[in-house]
Each structure stands twice: as C-alpha cells, then as structure tokens.
C-alpha cells in the first residue's frame, strides 16, 4: 500500500487558506502510484480555539465535499486527518473522517481522549464512541488523533481487532518531540502493525511551536521515513502489509497474552 503524507504548516485561524494549501497539495503532486493521502489534525483551523465555533464544519461539510471531489479526481483514498466539527448539538468536536478513492466517506472518529494541556477540554467535547477498524483497499485500518498516542489501550483494541496500518494524525508540538517519536515506534512495536503518522510544522500565533517529524513505522519499530521538523514535505513510503506476519511469527505476542491475568483490560 502507498502512502504520501502531506506535513505542512496550519494557519490557525484560516479556513480558507488552508484549504487553498491542500488543494495545491494535491495539484502539484504525481499521485498516480499513491493508493492514501495523510493530513494532519484540526488543519482546516489549527488550534484557534476561541474561535472554534466558527470553524467548525457541520456534519463534516463542506470540508467533506472538498475532500471527495480530490479523492476522486485523484483517485485515492485520502485519510483527511481531523477538523472542528458539529453534529446535531452545539459540541465541537475533533473528527476525523477518511474519503475512498470514488469519493466516498468510510470512516469517522471523534477524539476521545482531549488534550488539558492544550485547553481542549474548555472548548471541545470528547467523542463518545470507541475508534473502531474500516478497510482501505480491502486492508484493515484505524485512525487516531494525536494525544490518543499516549494512550496504549486504543491501539490495542485497534490491532486485536485487525487493525494491520494506524494512522495518527497530529498537531504536536516541538517540546514533546522525543515523546512523539519514542511513542509512535513503541505502538507499532508493541501492535506490530504499520504507524503511519502526519504532524504539522511551524508556529501559531499562541506561540505553539509544532513539531513536524512526520513519520512512518514499519512492524518491527523501523522508521521507513520521516520528515524534518520544520521542512514542508511529502512522505513517502510503501507498506508491505505480508511483513506483519512475518514479524507476528518470529516475535508471536499476539500468542503469548495472557489476557485472563490483565486486570484493566
Ligand atoms: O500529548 C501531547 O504531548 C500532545 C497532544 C496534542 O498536542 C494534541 O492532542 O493535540
């Protein structure tokens, strides 16, 4: 499976002209040979959040629309990454969604796990439903948001149910980094499934410096490729999807739990 993660800075604040950003993305690049594109989270926004109300798509749209007419113009699958989004209350929340290559939607996730040191929690709510498996191309996946990375539980849940690439999507910043590294490789280590993960660059005007470093994990913890941490990039890599059996015989931990002893899960 080929993946092109696009890193690039959010402007916080402007819809339109980060939507303005990925279209020209997609225009200028050869996306013949990709079978997913990658954005990052909230990108539509940044982290504007006193402002979020406004931003917020409704139902996904018209993000949703934007992003199916490049998916099937392309004809890729694109894993959109998250934005601000209302459904039929007035909660804001941080959803993610994945287009097909025909242009249609075959997955949603609203960030459970909200972000205090960012103040997510004041102005966002947190979804309510499980991150659950959906199929690319025939291929088990899931989609996390960002400081869902630090919490090993969702990925476990994602992988025993046959999640074989997680992606992450992120705005994370530049004082963490180290985690955001050790942590991608330790869930792809731990899961022995592809980490395929898109982080934003640049600064916001709060003075949030993100911390690029887009990254992609194969299942034996090997970084397959990674971006600078202020460089706008497009990551590429190609998944063998067989090497995970491969690595889950030579290291079998999926047949080595002992699930009957864990006591929190
Ligand atoms: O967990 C972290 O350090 C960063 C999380 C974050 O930036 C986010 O969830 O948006």
């Excluded at 969604?97 to 249609?104: A, L, P």
């Excluded at 690595?247 to 931990?253: E, K, N, W, Y």
Aim: glycine share 6%.
């Amino acid at each position: 499976m080929k993946i092109k993660i696009f890193q690039f800075k959010v402007v916080d604040g402007d819809v339109k002209t980060n939507m303005n950003k990925v279209s020209s993305l997609f225009a200028k690049t050869d996306l013949n040979e990709t079978d997913v594109v990658v954005l990052p989270e909230m990108w539509t926004s940044g982290y504007d959040l006193k402002n979020i109300d406004d931003h917020a798509a409704k139902n996904l749209e018209p993000v949703k629309t934007f992003i199916s007419k490049l998916a099937a113009e392309h004809n890729v699958t694109v894993a959109a990454g998250s934005i601000p989004n209302k459904y039929s209350d007035d909660d804001v929340y941080n959803t993610a969604f994945t287009i097909d290559h025909q242009g249609h939607l075959i997955h949603e996730y609203s960030k459970i796990h909200l972000v205090p040191m960012l103040n997510e929690p004041e102005f966002l709510a947190g979804g309510n439903k499980a991150a659950e498996v959906f199929e690319i191309n025939g291929e088990k996946c899931g989609v996390v948001i960002c400081y869902d990375l630090r919490f090993p539980e969702i990925f476990r849940d994602l992988s025993l149910s046959g999640a074989k690439i997680i992606f992450v999507a992120a705005e994370w910043p530049i004082e963490r980094t180290e985690h955001w590294m050790t942590l991608l490789k330790a869930r792809a280590i731990e899961n022995q499934c592809y980490i395929v993960a898109s982080n934003t660059i640049g600064s916001q005007s709060d003075g949030t410096v993100f911390a690029g470093k887009s990254m992609i994990v194969n299942p034996f913890g090997e970084i397959m490729a990674e971006a600078g941490k202020d460089t706008e990039e497009i990551l590429t890599a190609d998944l063998n999807l067989a090497y995970i059996d491969q690595v889950r015989t030579d290291i079998p931990i999926f047949k080595s739990r002992r699930k009957e002893l864990y006591k929190f899960l």
